[in-house]
């Protein structure tokens, strides 16, 4: 079992409180009529109080198509473990405030014995991209399996053939990103509208590492979904800013959707 690494410091501790909040959250946001399930996302992964309203732009739309969902693959990155190439869990459950999340553990198998990904824990016990996105997903479905992949530094083909591999008919990958660290307002504000416009345009390429905390994954989704013929959506962008944090060192978020309707 891992037990929650950020529980109390990124969102609250208590389940009554998470509930709350992360209800509050979803609610705040109004879903177009006509939503299309998207194949993949891209969600920050900050202190709710930070990031938590923009990632509910996509997490509020998961939410209506939630019966069409099989099951949720998440990349991000390994902040404090470091990593080259991919690494699924080696445990098959994963606890937060709101109980046990089951691990997809034959699909991180399958992504093994293809020589994908590695099974290790140790990225992933400290990790707080992967475990902030499971409270919200513990909402919208219960009982819903999700595969964590922590990406390491990696090349862009091989992200790519990775997110290729685990896609499918009601498989959802959410890519766990911020944008731009520890620049002013105006510094990060034009330098993630450059990254978004990367974004929008599948230019992957274009990408730096300074781009993205999560830049291997952002990559190497933008690479398959460039190779799929996708279309990115924009739903929402911000900084720490705008949510009640300094001006003079903030991080940047953003919540988008990947449709590839000839993958």
């Known amino acids: ?63 209506v ?10 990349l991000g990155p390994a902040h404090r473990v470091p990593l080259i190439g991919a690494a699924v869990p080696a445990t098959d459950r994963w606890r937060t405030p709101l109980g046990e999340v089951p691990i997809a553990a ?11 990904a590695a099974a290790t824990d140790a990225p992933h016990e400290p990790e707080h991209s992967l475990e902030v996105q499971l409270p919200f997903l513990q909402l ?52 993630d509208a450059e990254t978004l416009r990367s974004v929008m345009g599948l230019t992957p390429e274009r990408l730096e590492v300074r781009d993205a905390c999560g830049f291997f994954a952002l990559r190497g989704v933008l690479t398959w979904a460039k190779a799929a013929e996708c279309a990115v959506t924009l739903y929402h962008r911000c900084t720490s800013a705008d949510t009640g944090g300094t001006p003079d060192r903030v991080v940047g978020y953003c919540a988008a959707a990947v449709h590839c309707h000839a993958a």
């Open 1 to 63: 079992m891992r037990e929650p690494a950020v529980a109390g410091l990124f969102y609250p501790g208590h389940p009554d409180a998470l509930r709350r909040t992360v209800s509050g959250l979803l609610d705040a946001v109004t879903v177009p009529v006509g939503d299309e399930l998207a194949g993949a996302y891209v969600v920050p992964h900050a202190g709710y109080r930070y990031s938590g309203s923009t990632a509910a732009h996509v997490f509020a739309r998961l939410r």
């Open 65 to 74: 198509h939630a019966d069409e969902i099989v099951r949720i693959v998440i």
């Open 106 to 116: 034959a699909e991180a198998a399958r992504l093994v014995g293809l020589g994908l």
């Open 140 to 191: 919208i479905g219960s009982g819903l399996p999700v595969l964590p992949i922590c990406v390491g530094r990696s090349a862009a083909a091989d992200v790519a053939a990775l997110v290729k591999a685990v896609t499918g008919p009601g498989v959802v990958v959410l890519c766990s990103t911020d944008l731009s660290h520890y620049l002013t307002q105006p510094q990060a504000l034009d330098r």
